[in-house]
């Protein structure tokens, strides 16, 4: 956990100022969440503010490394087959893309092994690349309870397997787990930015998602920095399947909405929650901004229309380019621990979106940071 510096009270109200409007004050998703009269009467909720506060002025800056920048140091080989596991909704072709890309500066191919997001789906999927047998397997989202015999298939023929985005160790098969650092941040900075946000005042909705692991672990993780951040606030939560994704979610938030009018921020788990949601809120009279993770297009354009405050991004590029080293550093044989460095950050507000219609990479130079890692 970061050190907590505190900072003075004017500070504090400067750069909440920032967050604030970076909110979408004044548009119809801004939400005016009250002040809490308690906030400047409670040391811990001031001291938590003033974190929170440094926190999110930190994480709406771009970062400069992917992480770590230990060289291969040994010859890559060319001419290897990867499978990767594309679950079909929008991330999961853009993160297969970033795979694509990655192994292309290498010499090699990429498949996209297509499956719908079910359990049976995935397992029938798996079983298909333990036929196949590539050279190397990268997966996210998903964890090795729905895929457990076909991964053992793949660790007796020495294919290794890059996770991604699950809580399962680096073992017995799997031997990265890219972003697994992460998690706990996304958590932090749910945190610091409902605590800025609703000035130290939330009365925030969770909407969990129990299809894909990391969304409830980063349930967990908000609701632990929260309780440090932000003691003023109180979290709810309910559940939405994935089938639910663009169909039925955003009647049920807004169902939710409407039956506790005390919600002043909604905080979503993954941003293909929000589809269609500002939409039904227009549609409810309900106006309570909503931070949202994974930054996917259509959010970010979301968040420039003023629909939606704030996306948590995830460092699709970087984390892809990350998963295909840590194969290649499988292959000749080095160590792969490095991988599992802490990938980059960055809040998405309208003033650090550059492009609404592709999932931008935070580390501008990230390409290069890989090549010259990989000798290229």
Not at 11 to 25: I, K, Q, R, Y
Not at 165 to 178: K, L, T
């Amino acid at each position: 956990m970061r050190s907590r510096k505190i900072w003075t009270w004017v500070a504090v109200v400067s750069v909440l100022s920032l967050v604030t409007a970076a909110c979408g004050s004044g548009s119809a998703n801004s939400g005016s969440p009250a002040t809490s009269t308690t906030v400047s009467a409670n040391p811990a909720a001031q001291a938590g503010l003033a974190e929170a506060t440094r926190l999110v002025a930190e994480w709406t800056k771009f970062p400069t490394s992917v992480g770590y920048n230990k060289p291969v140091g040994k010859v890559i080989p060319t001419g290897k087959k990867l499978a990767f596991m594309n679950c079909g909704l929008p991330a999961c072709i853009a993160l297969g893309k970033a795979a694509d890309d990655a192994a292309k500066v290498l010499g090699w191919t990429v498949q996209q092994v297509n499956f719908q997001p079910t359990p049976e789906a995935v397992s029938a999927a798996w079983a298909q690349v333990a036929r196949t047998k590539p050279d190397g397997v990268i997966a996210t989202g998903f964890p090795r309870v729905l895929f457990e015999e076909s991964l053992q298939k793949l660790k007796a023929a020495n294919i290794p397997v890059a996770e991604c985005c699950v809580p399962d160790p680096v073992a017995n098969g799997i031997i990265a787990q890219i972003s697994e650092a992460n998690t706990e941040l996304y958590g932090q900075q749910f945190a610091a930015w409902l605590t800025v946000a609703t000035k130290g005042d939330g009365q925030i909705l969770w909407v969990n998602n129990q299809d894909y692991p990391v969304i409830p672990l980063m349930f967990d993780f908000m609701k632990k920095n929260v309780a440090q951040l932000c003691p003023n606030c109180k979290v709810e939560s309910i559940d939405v399947p994935a089938t639910e994704f663009g169909t039925t979610a955003p009647d049920k938030i807004v169902s939710y909405l409407r039956a506790h009018p005390n919600v002043n921020y909604v905080a979503l788990g993954y941003d293909g929650m929000a589809n269609g949601l500002p939409a039904a809120m227009a549609a409810a009279g309900i106006k309570v901004p909503f931070i949202g993770q994974d930054a996917d297009p259509p959010n970010k354009q979301y968040i420039l229309d003023g629909t939606q405050a704030a996306s948590i991004g995830f460092p699709l590029h970087e984390s892809m380019w990350a998963a295909v080293d840590a194969i290649a550093r499988h292959i000749v044989g080095v160590d792969v621990s490095v991988v599992q460095s802490p990938m980059p950050v960055l809040i998405y507000t309208k003033a650090t979106i550059k492009d609404a219609t592709v999932a931008e990479p935070f580390v501008a130079d990230y390409q290069e940071q890989f090549k010259s890692m990989w000798g290229k």
